[in-house]
């Protein structure tokens, strides 16, 4: 009972991370095609913050990936490592169920 409840509270927490990450390459592929403006205030501070949640996350990604150039992996590495947790969270819960 206690382990589902954690699970389920691990897998919320991995969802809203995994949609930071997502609104966090929107942003910033609108502000490198200038469609927003990195000028205007809230979209500064809504950039600056979202890149202080997620960099200590992505930060060890990038070390370990290759240099690409100008794409940058580390986010997609994030969200495929984040629901490979869940998966294998689920797996370990489904193991301990007695029926």
């Known amino acids: 009972m206690f382990l589902a409840l954690l699970i389920q509270i691990l ?18 592929l609108l502000i490198a095609f200038n469609v927003v ?3 205007n205030q809230f979209v500064s501070s809504i950039y600056t913050a979202l890149n202080a949640l ?3 996350m992505l930060r060890p990604i ?11 992996f580390s986010p997609l590495v ?6 490979v947790l869940i ?3 689920s797996a370990i819960h489904r193991s ?3 029926y």
């Open 87 to 89: 998966m294998i969270l």
């Open 96 to 98: 301990t169920v007695v």
């Open 62 to 72: 990038r070390r370990i990936l290759p240099n690409t150039g100008a794409i940058d």
């Open 54 to 56: 997620l960099e200590p």
């Open 37 to 39: 403006n990195m000028s």
């Open 11 to 28: 897998s919320y927490l991995i969802n809203v991370i995994v949609v930071l990450v997502i609104v966090q390459f929107v942003l910033s």
């Open 78 to 83: 994030l969200i495929v490592g984040l629901n």
